[in-house]
């Protein structure tokens, strides 16, 4: 199968901190990478789009200074929330494709990392 | 402004009853409809993608079909197992600009 990972899977950090989330490929190497925000009860949000040796594709609303992406290998995606804030508090998810910057690709989705700013 | 209605919000059913969820969307220029399941905290599994009206796609006990204005989950006799929350999710082009746009899901119990 296709298996991604998320790291960690829950953090707690004071306001004003920067918080660093991985984001792994574990058996295919994925050209590109999403990340997404869930608030509870309510809809993912597509924050980002990120092909590996390129900058990330941010869609509209999401501060590109605030939630830093870098895709470094085929493997490996960060997303650091800088300056953390309580309303940055929410459940972050990434995804992986095998595809090159299609989101209609086949998207593999991580577990999910709780983020809670005090 | 896209947009993406599910309904209903919660449906419960009792093993073997067939159902259907719905998706209605509102979106210009549309390039794919997604749906996936997703289990209480973890993150979403693929289930479907549906790039153009009058497609299909089957999966076990679920097939996903699509119109010009709204997409159907039908779940054919449901096993307890099936149980979760599912999203739908249009991705549109407006503009040069592509846009992924989430339903607020369905949350389905099947009950032994």
């Known amino acids: 199968g296709a298996v991604v990972s998320q790291h960690p899977s829950w953090v707690i950090c004071k306001s004003g901190t920067s918080v660093k989330i991985e984001c792994r490929s574990l058996?295919?190497?994925?050209?590109?990478m999403f990340w997404y925000r869930q608030f509870p009860k309510q809809s993912l949000m597509l924050m980002a789009t990120?092909?590996?040796?390129?900058?990330?594709?941010?869609e509209q609303g999401v501060e590109k200074d605030k939630f830093l992406i870098n895709h470094a290998s085929l493997t490996l995606s960060t997303l650091t929330v800088t300056s953390a804030h309580p309303e940055d508090s929410s459940f972050y998810i990434c995804?992986?494709?095998?595809?090159?910057?299609?989101?209609?690709?086949?998207?593999?989705f991580g577990p999910g990392t709780r983020l809670t700013v005090l | 402004e896209d947009q993406v209605t599910q309904s209903p919000e919660a449906l419960r059913l009792q093993e073997g009853e067939s159902s259907s969820l719905n998706c209605s969307y509102t979106?210009?220029?549309?390039?794919?409809l997604f749906w996936y399941r997703q289990d209480p905290g973890k993150g979403p599994e693929f289930l479907f993608t549906?790039?153009?009206a009058g497609e299909e796609k089957e999966k076990e006990r679920l097939k996903a079909t699509l119109t010009k204005k709204e997409s159907f989950l039908h779940i054919t006799a449901p096993k307890p197992e099936d149980s979760a929350t599912y999203l739908c999710?249009?991705?549109?082009?407006?503009?040069?600009?592509?846009?992924?746009?989430f339903g607020t899901g369905t949350k389905l119990q099947v009950i032994p």
């Open positions: 995804s992986a494709g095998k595809g090159q910057g299609r989101i209609t690709d086949t998207q593999y």
């Open positions: 058996d295919f190497q994925a050209t590109t």
């Open positions: 990120s092909n590996e040796g390129s900058k990330a594709t941010y």
């Open positions: 979106v210009s220029g549309l390039r794919g």
């Open positions: 549906l790039y153009s």
């Open positions: 999710a249009v991705q549109s082009l407006s503009g040069g600009y592509q846009k992924v746009t």
